[in-house]
C-alpha cells in the first residue's frame, strides 16, 4: 500500500525509468512498459482505499461514509486493469482493439471516480448537492469543449478517427469539471477533497490521453508513424498521471473524516453563489459563436450536438436553480410568518437602535405592553426613555455592546406612554454585522412583578419587621460596603434596663418603646446615615462621618433615648450607652461591630451609677480590658471554693506612741494564672454577678477569726471589714455580722464595719442598718471620707463612730503652702463635738502625720506606717511596737 510519500518516489523515479529504458525498444514495448507501471500503481492504490473503506465500514458499521473510498479505489481498479489490457492489446498487434479498451475503459473509470467523489464525505451531503456539481460539471466542461471545437475549425479525421475520440474527449472534460467543482465547492474538510478531486482529475486527463493516443494509431508496421516521437512522450506523461492521481486520492481520503456530514450541512451550491461558475464558460461560448459565423464559418453536426448539450445543461441547472430559488422564497416566508408570529405575541419588545444608540424599529408589542407609540420612540436617544437615575449605567453597558461585548443585561426603568415609570429589563446585542439587522437589538421585557416581590422579599429579609429599621444582615452587608470606601463610622447603642420595662408593664408597652425608640433614633440620624436594630434594645447607625462627628451624632442619639417615653397611661424612664468606632481600623465588617460593641461595653461600665447614658469612642486598650474583666466573671465564680481568697492586714497606729491598736482587713483574691487581683477590680464584678454577699460574709468571718486569735495571744486590738453599700442593705446583713462575733467569739466593740463613702445611699433604711449595729455594738466607719457626696451636717443623723478621711484632706496641693491644715482641723474638731474618732488613711510622708497630728487627729493609717501584710508579719511588728489598750 502506497501512502507514503517516500514510498510514493521511489515507484515514481522507478517507472520513469522503466518508461525510458523500454522506449529505447520501439515505441510497442514502449508503450507496453508504462501500461505495466501504471497497471501496478494503480492497483496498489486502489487496494489502498478499498482496505480504507473496509476499515471505515467496520468501525462504522454502515456503508455510508465508506462508499466514497469505495468507489474511488474501484475507479483506480478500473483504470488500472483497463491500461493493462490496451496495453496489452497493443503488444498483440491489433490495430482498433488498443484505442477502443482504452475508450471503455475512460468511459467506465471517470463516472466511479466522480461518484466516489461525491459520496466522500464532506463534499455533497445530498442527492441535490450531487446533481448540483454534475449540472455545474457539465455544463463548464461541454461549453468550454463547443468552444475549442468551434476555435479549432473541425478538426480533420485524421486527428480524431469517429465519434469515439470526441465521446471520451467531452466526457473526460465534463468529468474533470465535475471533479474540480466538487473539490473547490466542498462542505468540510476541503483539503482533503481537493486532494480527491485532484487525483481523479489527474487520472481521468491520463485515461484521455491514453485513448486520444491510442485513437490515431495508423498501422501495424508504424503504428505511430512519423509522430512517434510525441506520442510516446505522451504516454509517458498519461502514465506518471495515472501513478500520481490515485496516491493524491488516497492521501486525500485518509485525511478525511469518516463522520458522514448531516444533510443540514452548509451547501454554498445551493445559492446563487453557483451561477459565476457558469456565466464565463456561457459567455466564451456566445463569444467564440459570434465570431465563427463573423468569420464566415458554417457548424459541423459536433458543434451543434456539443452546442445543443451545453445549452441543455445550462438549462437543467437553471431549472434546478429557479426551483432553488422558489424554496428559498418558501422559507424566507415561513420565517417572516414565524417571525411576526413571535413578535406580534411576545410579551417582550424587540427595539433596534442604530450606532448613536437612536430608536430605528421597534415591534408592535411596544405599544401592548408599554403604550408606546412609533411616534413616541422613533427617532430618540433610548436614554431619553429611561429613568434619570439609571442612565448612567444603562449607557456603560450600551457601550460595552458597542466596543465588542456579546451580551449585556440592562435593568432600568422606562417611562410609558402614560408617563409611569415601569421597572424593565433587558438583554443587548450587536447585530451591526448581519446586513438583515444593522443595529444594536435591544430585547425589552416589563419585569415589576418581579421587581415588586424582590422588594418585598428584600423588605423581609433586610428589614426589622417590628421597627422597620434594618436588620442585622441588612446591617453588616451596608458596613462591608462602606469599609470599601476607607471612611465611615458606626454606632451602637442599647436601652439599658429595657428587660424591667417587660416585667413592669409588659410585652405591650415594649413593643411601644422599642417602636418610639426606633423613631426617635431615624429622627437623630442624617439623611444618608443607615439606622438599624442589632438586638431585643440594640439598636445601630452606619455614618459616612468621621469620628469627632459621629461621637457629636452618638450624644444626640443617648440624649434621645433619655428622654421621657411617654405611653398612653405609662412613663419609661430609660437610658442608653453609646459605642463609636472607626471603619478604618476594623479588617471586616464583623470586626467594626466588635470595636463599637467593645466601646459600648465600656460606656455602660462607665456610666454605673450615674443618670443618663455615656459615650465611648473605641481604642485597644478597651479590648484589653474587656478581656480581662471577661476572664475575671468566668474565674470569679467558685473562688472561695477553691481556696483562691486570702486577707491581708494594715495595722492602725496611735500617732502619738506610734503603737498599733488595730488593723483593717483588706480583700485579695490570688489567682493561679491571672497573679494578684486587687479588690478595686473584682469586686465591682462580683456586685454585678451577684457573689458581694458570699465573697464578704467570707472576708467577715477570717476577720473575725483572725481577732480571735489575737485576743487569744494577748493583744488587745480592734479590726476594721469593709462591706459595701449592696451588703449593708440587704436584710440579712445583721444576721450575718451577729452570726460571725458568736461564732469567733470576739467582743462585739472590736469590729468595725466600714463602707466607702462614695457608695453610702443616704436614705433611712441606711440610717436604719447602721444603728442595726450600733445596737449589736458593732462599730461602723465611713471609709475615704471626704471624697464622696456626704455633707458634714449629714453625720450628725449618720450612727457612725469612726471617720476615715482620705488624703485629699491633708495633702499639700503643689506650690500652695498649709492650705490643708484648717479643712482637717473643722472635720476633726466636728467628729470630736460629735463623739466620731477620726483616723487618717493614706499617710506617706512625715509632713502628712505632722498635718493631722496639729488637727487633733491621732490615730492614722498608711505606707508610711506599715504596707497591708500577712498575718504573720504584722504580728512581728505588732511585737516590735508592744501594742497599748485603745
Known amino acids: 500500500m502506497v501512502s507514503n510519500p517516500r514510498t510514493f518516489w521511489l515507484v515514481l523515479v522507478t517507472a520513469v525509468a522503466a518508461f525510458s529504458a523500454a522506449a529505447s525498444s520501439g515505441p510497442v514495448l514502449s508503450f507496453g512498459a508504462v501500461a505495466a507501471g501504471v497497471t501496478v500503481g494503480s492497483l496498489v492504490h486502489a487496494g489502498a482505499l478499498i482496505r480504507l473503506a473496509l476499515r471505515i465500514h467496520h468501525g462504522r458499521r454502515s456503508f455510508g461514509p465508506c462508499r466514497g473510498a469505495g ?59 450531487r446533481l448540483r ?41 465534463v468529468a474533470v469539471s465535475v471533479a474540480v467543482v466538487t473539490g473547490l465547492r466542498a462542505v468540510r474538510h476541503r483539503p482533503a477533497a481537493i486532494a480527491c478531486a485532484g487525483g481523479s482529475a489527474l487520472s481521468i486527463v491520463g485515461l484521455g490521453v491514453f485513448t486520444v493516443l491510442l485513437s490515431a494509431l495508423r498501422r501495424p508496421d508504424d503504428p505511430f508513424g512519423p509522430a512517434a516521437d510525441w506520442v510516446a512522450a505522451g504516454l509517458v506523461a498519461a502514465g506518471l498521471a495515472l501513478i500520481a492521481g490515485p496516491f493524491l486520492i488516497v492521501t486525500g481520503a485518509r485525511r478525511a473524516d469518516d463522520t458522514p456530514t448531516s444533510p443540514h450541512a452548509a451547501d454554498s451550491g ?87 444608540l437612536v430608536v430605528r424599529w421597534q415591534s408592535p408589542a411596544a405599544a401592548r405592553q408599554f403604550s408606546l407609540s412609533d411616534q413616541d420612540v422613533l427617532g430618540r436617544p433610548l436614554t431619553d426613555l429611561l429613568h434619570p437615575a439609571d442612565v448612567a449605567p444603562a449607557t456603560v453597558a450600551l457601550h460595552a455592546v458597542l466596543a465588542g461585548r456579546q451580551h449585556v443585561l440592562v435593568q432600568a426603568r422606562l417611562r410609558d406612554g402614560f408617563g409611569r415609570w415601569r421597572d424593565t429589563e433587558s438583554t443587548v446585542s450587536d447585530q451591526r454585522a448581519a446586513p438583515e439587522v444593522a443595529g444594536v437589538v435591544v430585547h425589552l421585557r416589563d419585569v415589576g412583578d418581579r421587581a415588586q416581590l424582590q422588594r418585598s422579599l428584600d423588605e423581609v429579609t433586610w428589614t426589622d419587621d417590628q421597627t422597620g429599621l434594618a436588620n442585622r444582615r441588612k446591617f453588616l452587608a451596608a458596613v462591608a460596603e462602606a469599609r470599601g470606601t476607607g471612611t465611615g463610622s458606626i454606632l451602637i447603642a442599647e436601652l439599658d434596663r429595657f428587660e ?29 446615615d443607615l439606622p438599624a436594630r442589632l438586638t431585643d434594645a440594640g439598636f445601630a447607625a452606619l455614618t459616612d462621618a468621621p469620628l469627632v462627628h459621629a461621637f457629636a451624632l452618638a450624644t444626640r442619639i443617648a440624649t434621645a433615648f433619655a428622654e421621657p417615653f411617654q405611653l398612653p397611661g405609662h412613663t419609661v424612664h430609660l437610658t442608653a450607652d453609646v459605642g463609636v468606632a472607626d471603619l478604618l481600623g476594623a479588617a471586616d465588617a464583623g470586626d467594626a461591630l466588635r470595636h463599637a460593641d467593645i466601646a459600648r461595653r465600656r460606656a455602660r ?123 449593708l442593705a440587704a436584710p440579712s446583713w445583721l444576721t450575718t455580722v451577729a452570726t ?94 460629735l463623739g466620731i474618732d477620726v483616723i487618717a488613711c493614706g499617710l506617706e510622708t512625715e509632713s502628712h502625720v505632722d498635718v493631722v497630728r496639729a488637727a487633733g487627729c491621732r490615730l492614722g493609717q498608711g505606707f508610711l506606717l506599715s504596707r497591708p501584710d500577712h498575718a504573720e508579719h504584722v504580728e512581728a511588728f505588732m511585737e516590735r511596737h508592744r501594742a497599748r489598750l485603745f
Request: aromatic content about 4%; charged content about 20%.
Open 740 to 833: 460571725a462575733i458568736d461564732t469567733h467569739c470576739v467582743p462585739a466593740e472590736s469590729l468595725i464595719i466600714e463602707v466607702a463613702e462614695a457608695s453610702l445611699p443616704d436614705d433611712a433604711g441606711t440610717v436604719e442598718q447602721l444603728a442595726g449595729l450600733r445596737a449589736l455594738g458593732v462599730r461602723t466607719a465611713i471609709d475615704h471620707f471626704g471624697t464622696g457626696p456626704t455633707a458634714l451636717a449629714h453625720l450628725r443623723r449618720l450612727p457612725v463612730d469612726v471617720l476615715k478621711i482620705d488624703q485629699v484632706l491633708f495633702s499639700e496641693p503643689a506650690g500652695q503652702r498649709a492650705p490643708a491644715t484648717p479643712i482637717v482641723d473643722v472635720v476633726v474638731s466636728l467628729a470630736r463635738r
Open 270 to 356: 445551493g445559492t446563487l453563489a453557483g451561477y459565476p461558475l457558469l456565466i464565463g464558460p456561457a459567455l466564451l461560448a456566445v463569444a467564440v459563436s459570434m465570431l465563427h459565423l463573423l468569420t464566415g464559418g458554417r457548424f459541423d453536426r459536433a458543434a451543434v450536438g456539443l452546442g445543443f448539450a451545453a445549452v441543455v445543461a445550462v438549462a437543467l441547472r437553471e431549472a434546478l436553480a429557479a426551483r432553488d430559488i422558489r424554496g428559498y422564497a418558501r422559507t424566507l416566508a415561513t420565517r417572516e410568518a414565524h417571525f411576526k408570529t413571535l413578535v406580534s405575541g411576545s410579551t417582550d419588545v424587540t427595539i433596534v437602535l442604530d450606532a448613536d
Open 133 to 173: 456539481r454534475l449540472l455545474d460539471g457539465a455544463g463548464i466542461g461541454v461549453t468550454l469543449c463547443y468552444s475549442v471545437w468551434v476555435l479549432a475549425a473541425a478538426p480533420p479525421a485524421s486527428a480524431l478517427a469517429g465519434p469515439l475520440p470526441l465521446t471520451v474527449a467531452v466526457a473526460c472534460c
Open 500 to 528: 424591667s420595662v417587660t416585667d413592669l408593664h409588659g410585652p405591650t408597652v415594649a413593643n411601644a418603646v422599642l417602636i418610639e425608640a426606633a423613631r426617635r433614633l431615624r429622627t437623630a440620624v442624617g439623611r444618608d
Open 605 to 727: 461600665q462607665l456610666s454605673r451609677g450615674r443618670d443618663g447614658g455615656r459615650v465611648e469612642c473605641y481604642d485597644k486598650s478597651f479590648e484589653a480590658a474587656l478581656v480581662r474583666r471577661t476572664d475575671l466573671e468566668q474565674q470569679l465564680p467558685g473562688v472561695v471554693g477553691r481556696g483562691e481568697l486570702d486577707l491581708v492586714y494594715q495595722p492602725v497606729v496611735d500617732l502619738v506612741q506610734r503603737n498599733p491598736v488595730g488593723a483593717e482587713a483588706l480583700l485579695r483574691w490570688r489567682h493561679p494564672r491571672l497573679g494578684v487581683v486587687p479588690p478595686h477590680e473584682f469586686l465591682p464584678v462580683a456586685e454585678e454577678l451577684g457573689l458581694a454577699d458570699e465573697l464578704g460574709e467570707w472576708a467577715l468571718h477570717q476577720a473575725c477569726r483572725q481577732l480571735s486569735r489575737w485576743r487569744a495571744d494577748g493583744r488587745d486590738l480592734w479590726i476594721s471589714v469593709n462591706a459595701s453599700a449592696r451588703q
Open 71 to 129: 468507489f474511488l479505489g474501484m475507479g483506480a481498479l478500473f483504470a488500472g486493469l483497463g491500461v493493462a489490457a490496451a496495453g496489452l492489446a497493443a503488444l498483440t498487434s491489433s490495430i482498433a482493439a488498443p484505442g477502443l479498451v482504452a475508450a471503455v475503459t475512460t468511459l467506465v473509470a471517470a463516472p466511479t471516480f466522480l461518484l466516489g467523489l461525491l459520496l466522500l464525505p464532506g463534499t455533497a451531503p445530498t442527492v441535490r448537492a
